[in-house]
């Protein structure tokens, strides 16, 4: 069974430009979570969605959306970039919404914003 | 204000030697609380995932434990083996309502290198 893949692993933006970057969960997988790392931050929760309905928000501007769609896949939007959004975003996925459900990481995207 | 805290920041050992990692919490009401071990360049990969009932968890050569009477949690890693050396991320879930995966707090994690 294929993994959690995210896309585009690597890319580079300037200020005040905006990405959407994309997360394919696993098979069957209807919860869908992103989550943004930094060296200073460490792992911090963005949002999550389950059945193209985002459940829960972390504590990020409304700069960051997202969305789900009917096959599960998920996308996320950071609009008018800035150069503390330089991070890894990474997207997890679980069966189900249940608090003791497995969550399995993709590869994450990197993020640079110049 | 819920908080995680991991020591060591980070930890070296001898291939073969044994480690405990610690985890300290104040998230409340605690749902869960999970392991993850992150290699470089990679996302975590869950190891554990611990309920408010349960108070020793393992895989493989990883044994979790948790005691939410002191809020306290530690990951034992066994007979060490390079492969291990990696950032060891404790996450508690705080709940929020239903089914919800609810609040995460993280870690600032430990990162251990094991050398040969």
């Known amino acids: 069974k294929a993994g959690v893949t995210q896309t585009p692993r690597y890319l580079i933006k300037t200020r005040g430009q905006q990405v959407t970057l994309s997360c394919s969960p696993i098979s069957g997988h209807r ?10 931050q460490g792992l911090q929760f963005l949002f999550e969605y389950f059945s193209e309905t985002q459940r829960n928000k972390g504590n990020f501007p409304g700069r960051f959306s997202g969305r789900q769609f009917s096959n599960s896949r998920s996308e996320m939007n950071v609009s008018t970039l800035e150069l503390g959004d330089s991070a890894l975003y990474l997207c997890a996925s679980s069966l189900y919404r249940g608090s003791t459900d497995t969550q399995y990481f993709g590869p994450g995207t990197r993020l640079t914003v110049l | 204000k819920n908080q995680v805290e991991q020591s060591p920041q980070s930890l070296i050992i001898l291939e073969g030697k044994n480690c405990t990692l610690q985890c300290n919490y104040t998230v409340s009401p605690f749902s869960n609380l999970r392991w993850y071990k992150q290699d470089t360049g990679r996302g975590p ?60 707090t993280f870690g600032q994690g430990t990162i251990l290198t094991v050398h040969p």
């Open chain 2, 45 to 104: 990969v869950s190891l554990t995932i611990m309920t408010f009932s349960e108070n020793t968890k393992s895989n493989g050569r990883y044994t979790a434990t948790l005691d939410a009477d002191t809020k306290q949690s530690s990951l034992h890693i066994t007979a060490s083996q390079l492969s291990d050396s990696a950032s060891y991320i404790c996450v508690v879930s705080a709940v929020a309502g239903g089914t919800s995966y609810g609040k995460l």
């Open chain 1, 31 to 40: 919860s869908v979570s992103w989550y943004q790392q930094t060296p200073g």
